[in-house]
């Protein structure tokens, strides 16, 4: 999972969390990230219109195959990985962890967003209405997304910040086995075989349409981590100058340190 | 053992006494019956149609009782009660998916026969050796993810709100397979092919559910 | 389905497209509005840190 | 008046740990509520067989330490030891060795008390449950009102029945939140044989009432925004000094 180590904060403390005002920064590697990011996804754009031949059959729509099913992928993969944020955090009790998987998710929700929508696109142009309910992929995929945005509700209905997290990081690990489960569930239950185009991703793909697919699929995967990091360090910042203005607030210590507030990470069991 | 045992008897008791539960999931079932001959305006169904009626039937109904699982624990000091205890915390979530469990029997015991006798003509008792299969590792899949979001959504404030929302999606697979594995069985006439592949998705949802209920459930009761 | 002429089809990709960039510009303009709340309390945070010196100073 | 009968929880160990180790052990504890600290760096010990009291104005922390005593709350940070066995670490085996009386009774109220007591006594192993119910109903003067639903029972008998409760399974540390509220001097005195001075069972008694506190306890433990401020032996510190707890911000 290359994007784990990608976003990994620079400077990673296991208390990176602890917030004694000298917690980890986030956004070391942002710069490079973006710009690798921009690059790779204007080469997509260059390999879809002007590098990819049309589609045999499906003709010029078959071009949205290029960002729908890339941002699927990376949507579901960021899911399975928020699940192993959220067991992390269970494990090391580290509030970075719940931070992580609390962005994966919801950037994995906004990229969901975008694959049902051009889902709904693609669908409309090549079969001629907004929702198909015989292509098992994109059923599947919706049920995830419809489990994925109760994640909210949940989260924003717990008091007990300490709880929260841990109910969140819990519903993020069983949301995550539901993942494969569902397609499982759902792929048996549609009899009607995968439409041509979308089984290509198995590879029988000829050479020039893999090869944007799979840049493509790198852009969209490398966007998806760079937001990530963008979310997580605007998270932190603000989450620092509550902690400041507390510190400031607090005519009691008139601006001398406090205790650390955050929690510390129990032996790992 | 001895821990789980304490708490399902304590709550079949509480039920026996209050009959909260398993009285109103069986007439909500019985009233949805009826809501759906109207909707559909069939009087006999067969088929994946009853099927479809049937376990959309029990899951909404197996959904009221999920949300009255862990009330008496959370508004009557149960949970420190329990908490306290020198007991192994998962003993709480099996004894609660075994009453649970219990529950969605007692229901089928009275949905069912009401079932058969609004919108089957005839073979649906042959059906329901192969049929109580399925219904029965279906109940296992609803108790054991029921049995872990009640216990999440008791400590939430909008409680009656989450359980559904977050239930539902998680229950397709379960919904899916039985519907599918119930559709041959109750098609006229019965036929039982491709119930052992729906099975085997069911049994497969309980014991990954299963065992991720039973490893997660120590975090859901620390504090 | 037959494949859509050129010009038609190309209104779907468009639109998928369209689609896709205007979700990042939201989310990108989401972003700024978090950027300019987080210089605000900043700002608010300088003159009470001002005002604590002041007092201890 | 009953015998009680001799009570073997079969669930713990021979009962605690060496009599040379202290009871409670606290050092620098915090608990944490999001960004508020409950408790701050509380430290103190506690010696077999005594009788903790503790002060403080609501929101000082009291219940949130008897919760943590009670091993319903995890330590945030510091360490935490009851009768030797560090918290959580080893909370299960310091279960069967603590009763909790706390604000609520703790009780089903579909259930009578019996049933209320029978499921407990199973939770707990305890043995001979029939016999040891029977007595603890008897003691606090239930046992007429024992088969009826919880429900049907003023606060002050579900009182005496969370009082049974707590000492169901011979804990050998009590926790006492305001133990008498609720109660009528008639019933306080009943209570007496179980949760009162003379047990030698090691108590933590939360209480308001100063005066009785003090004669009470061995040891005074005054708690306000979460840190000690007073932590003596009971003779050192008179009411004054423990009302001065209670006083506006100083």
């Known amino acids: 999972m290359i994007w784990c180590s990608a976003f990994w904060p620079t400077r990673y403390s296991t208390s990176s969390w602890r917030i004694d005002l000298e917690s980890t920064l986030f956004g070391r590697g942002l710069k490079p990230l973006a710009v690798a990011t921009t690059v790779l996804l204007a080469t997509t754009l260059a390999l879809v219109f002007f590098y990819a031949p049309n589609d045999a059959d499906q003709g010029f729509i078959q071009k949205i195959f290029y960002i729908h099913v890339p941002l699927a992928i990376v949507a579901l993969f960021g899911f399975v990985a928020a699940g192993v944020m959220g067991a992390m955090h269970l494990r090391t009790r580290d509030d970075s962890w719940d931070a992580r998987s609390y962005v994966a998710i919801h950037m994995g929700v906004i990229f969901g967003v975008a694959v049902l929508a051009t889902g709904a696109i693609w669908a409309k142009g090549s079969w001629g209405k907004w929702w198909v309910w015989d292509e098992p992929t994109l059923v599947s995929f919706l049920i995830v997304f419809l489990l994925y945005v109760t994640y909210y509700p949940l989260r924003y209905s717990i008091e007990d910040p300490q709880r929260r997290a841990r109910y969140a990081s819990v519903f993020a690990i069983t949301a995550g086995a539901f993942v494969p489960i569902n397609f499982i569930a759902v792929r048996l239950a549609e009899n009607l075989v995968h439409p041509r185009v979308l089984n290509q991703t198995a590879g029988d793909m000829p050479g020039e349409m893999r090869l944007t697919f799979l840049v493509a699929l790198a852009g969209i995967a490398l966007l998806y981590v760079t937001l990530m990091k963008l979310e997580l360090t605007s998270k932190n910042a603000r989450r620092q100058l509550r902690r400041l203005r507390m510190l400031l607030e607090d005519e009691r210590t008139g601006g001398a340190a406090p205790p650390p507030v955050a929690t510390v990470p129990a032996k790992p069991v | 053992m001895r821990a789980i045992a304490a708490i399902a008897r304590k709550d079949l008791l509480v039920e026996l006494r209050t009959k909260e539960s398993v009285p109103a999931m069986a007439l909500f079932a019985v009233t949805t019956f009826v809501i759906f001959h109207f909707g559909l305006d069939r009087d006999r169904l067969e088929g994946e149609l009853a099927a479809g009626v049937l376990w959309v039937t029990l899951l909404f109904a197996a959904i009221l009782g999920i949300n009255r699982l862990f009330v008496a624990e959370r508004e009557q000091g149960g949970f420190d009660g329990i908490l306290m205890a020198p007991i192994e915390r998962t003993s709480l979530l099996i004894a609660k998916a075994g009453a649970l469990i219990v529950y969605l029997v007692a229901l089928e015991l009275i949905a069912l026969p009401v079932f058969a006798l609004f919108f089957i003509d005839q073979g649906f008792w042959d059906a329901v050796p192969r049929l109580a299969a399925v219904i029965l590792l279906a109940d296992l899949g609803l108790a054991v993810v029921g049995a872990m979001l009640a216990s999440i959504a008791v400590h939430t404030r909008a409680r009656d709100l989450l359980l559904p929302i977050l239930l539902l999606p998680l229950t397709v697979p379960v919904v899916i397979a039985a519907a599918a594995a119930t559709k041959p069985l109750l098609s006229v006439p019965l036929e039982t092919s491709g119930v052992a592949k729906w099975v085997a998705v069911l049994a497969l949802y309980d014991l990954v559910f299963g065992l991720l209920a039973y490893a997660v459930f120590d975090f859901l009761m620390e504090d | ?57 | ?250």
């Not at chain 4, 050998?172 to 179980?194: G, I, K, Q, T, V």
């Open chain 3, 1 to 57: 389905m037959p494949a859509l002429p050129l010009d038609e089809a190309g209104k779907y990709v468009a639109g998928a497209y369209g689609v896709f960039v205007t979700l990042l510009l939201v989310y990108v303009s989401i972003m700024g509005m978090k950027l300019q709340r987080i210089e605000r309390e900043i700002q608010e945070l300088i003159e009470l840190a001002q005002r604590r010196l002041k007092e201890h100073g």
């Open chain 4, 1 to 250: 008046m009953a015998v009680e009968p001799t009570v073997t929880a079969s669930a713990g160990p021979e009962h605690a740990a060496a009599p040379s180790v202290d009871a409670i052990a606290l050092d620098r504890l915090v608990r944490n509520y999001g960004e508020r600290a409950a408790l701050r760096q509380v430290s103190f010990r506690v010696t077999r067989g005594t009788t903790l009291a503790v002060f403080g104005p609501n929101g000082a922390g009291k219940t949130t330490l008897l919760r943590m005593l009670a091993t319903l709350l995890v330590p945030h940070q510091g360490e935490l030891s009851v009768f030797g066995h560090p918290l959580p670490r080893e909370a299960y085996l310091v279960r069967p060795l603590v009763g909790l009386l706390a604000h609520e009774p703790l009780l089903y109220h579909d259930l009578s008390a019996r049933e209320n007591l029978d499921f407990y006594a199973r939770l707990y192993g305890v043995e001979a449950a029939h016999a040891r119910i029977a007595y603890l109903l008897e003691v606090t003067g239930m046992t007429a009102r024992a088969d009826e639903p919880v429900r049907n029972l003023s606060r002050g008998m579900a009182q005496r029945i969370a009082i049974c409760r707590a000492v169901l399974h011979a804990p050998d540390l009590l926790l006492l939140d305001e133990p008498r509220a609720h109660l009528d001097p008639e019933a306080a005195a009943m209570a007496e044989p179980l949760i009162g001075a003379h047990t030698g069972i090691t108590r933590v008694l939360v209480t308001h009432e100063i005066e009785h506190g003090l004669a009470e306890a061995d040891q005074v433990l005054g708690l306000r925004d979460g840190t000690v401020l007073i932590d003596s032996p009971a003779g050192q510190i008179d009411a004054r000094q423990v009302r001065a707890l209670y006083g506006a911000r100083s």
